[in-house]
């Protein structure tokens, strides 16, 4: 069954719908499992290690074996900040971020439907991954994208898995309300973190983080917020968990926005509900340069349930942060991902963090979506005659 979080009108499964028809709000979809936690013993590591947990049709997955992604203990910076340090590295699913988990249940629920387009709207991650997943099941991909605000990699990949990209004259959020009405009339399925399905996957990333530790919950999770469907769907997850009995805890929700796109993070300022939308998002992590979240009550309830926290960083304390992880642990993120390192070294010199705590910090999208930044924030090649002592003379130099 599907549920409004806001007024609790139910739906049915197969109901093609994503927003309440009786209040406007976004919708959940609500799962009843009772297996012994034994059941995911000696599975594979993908998501769909997870099952039981997943509303869709077995016989149907559209998987590329996402999920199972890398929890790096990071003693060099857990140790310089005084936490119990580990990184959940989603740039290591097949299109480099999370939004493959979302895709593979997403798609799979297409599939079950019998849809024949697929859309989204996106600051680039999202049609990576819907493309090369809807290129997997055969279904056609249209992708709306904010023009010359999408990085390389993200740009190249939606457009080589043949999505047809349709590049608008207006930010992601306004690109999201015209795709919205597309799917209203339609001409596609949207796969937008709107549509509860999607967000069904993501909830892996939970799953995994507590069986990562050995069924226990870290004190924090912290994580970039743009559209807010991630953080609403670890806290899903955790909490199912939590429900069936597998874990004793919860961990607190901390979601970290950039200055200039920090909706959510101005309503829990102010301990509200509701969110005043930012019409001229601005930051460097285009992944996250987002002004109306449409999970904004979801996100605002893990936040608050959890007695979690919010926060801002400015864009040169995500750059210092994803150097920070790429330089001191080896772990290359895009700029977006890096607002969780940043937002937990500043939480931690405010004093929010306590020393101690155990943390996991989700990087959400790989180094390479983005090479300009990547680029611009290192050091050119040294042009040198491929001859042997001129070469001893710089590294001599260098050292
Ligand atoms: C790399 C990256 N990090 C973080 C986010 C923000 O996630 P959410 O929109 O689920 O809050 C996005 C896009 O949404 C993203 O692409
Ligand atoms: N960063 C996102 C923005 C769209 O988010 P979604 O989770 O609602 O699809 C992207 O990669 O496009």
């Given amino acids: 069954m599907i549920k409004c979080v806001s007024c609790g009108k139910a739906f049915e499964n197969n109901e093609i719908i994503y927003t309440c028809d009786e209040c406007g709000s976004v919708l959940e979809v609500e799962i009843d499992v009772d297996v012994p936690k034994n059941t995911f013993d000696c599975r594979r ?23 199972g992604t890398p929890f790096c203990k990071c003693n060099k910076i857990g140790e310089d900040l005084g936490v119990d340090l580990y990184v959940k590295v989603e740039g290591s699913n097949p ?3 999370f939004k493959d988990r979302g895709m593979s249940v997403g798609v799979t629920k297409a599939m079950e439907l019998g ?3 697929v859309g989204c ?51 992601f959020d306004e690109a999201l309300k015209t795709v919205s009405q597309l799917a209203l009339e339609k001409y596609l399925y949207l796969l937008n973190s709107i549509n509860p399905y999607r967000l069904e996957g993501q909830k892996s990333i939970g799953f995994e983080i507590v069986n990562d530790l050995g069924w226990e919950s870290p004190d924090r999770i912290i994580l970039p917020v743009g559209n807010a469907g991630n953080i609403s769907a670890i806290w899903k997850g955790i909490s199912e968990f939590y429900n069936a009995g597998y874990i004793e805890d919860k961990p607190m929700m901390t979601g970290i926005q950039a200055v200039g796109a920090a909706p959510i993070v101005n309503a829990f300022n102010k301990k509200s509900m509701k ?8 930051t460097i992590a285009t992944a996250i340069r987002i002004g109306d979240p449409v999970s904004y009550t979801k996100a605002l309830n893990a936040i608050y349930d959890s007695e979690g926290y919010a926060e801002t960083v400015t864009d040169d304390e995500i750059l210092d942060a994803q150097k920070l992880l790429g330089r001191k642990e080896g772990i290359g993120i895009e700029p977006a991902s890096a607002a969780s390192i940043a937002g937990l070294k500043k939480l931690r010199e405010s004093g929010v963090i ?3 705590e155990k943390i996991v910090c989700v990087v959400t999208g790989h180094l390479l979506k983005d090479p300009d930044t990547a680029i611009k924030a290192s050091t050119p090649p040294i042009k040198v005659k491929s001859d042997v002592s001129e070469l001893k003379k710089i590294l001599e130099n260098n050292n």
């Fill in 45 to 67: 590591n993908t998501l769909w290690k997870y099952k039981e947990f997943m509303p869709v049709d077995e016989k149907k997955i559209v998987s590329l074996d996402e999920g």
């Fill in 95 to 97: 299109t480099g971020s």
């Fill in 115 to 117: 849809v024949d387009t």
């Fill in 121 to 171: 709207a996106s600051t680039g991650n999202t049609s990576a991954s819907l493309a090369a997943y809807a290129a997997r099941a055969g279904l056609r991909s249209i992708v709306l994208l904010p023009e010359g605000k999408v990085a390389l990699g993200k740009l190249a990949q939606a457009m080589f898995h043949g999505a047809e990209v349709l590049s608008v004259d207006g930010n």
């Fill in 275 to 282: 969110i005043d939308p930012i019409t001229n998002p601005e």
């Fill in 354 to 356: 306590d020393k101690g």
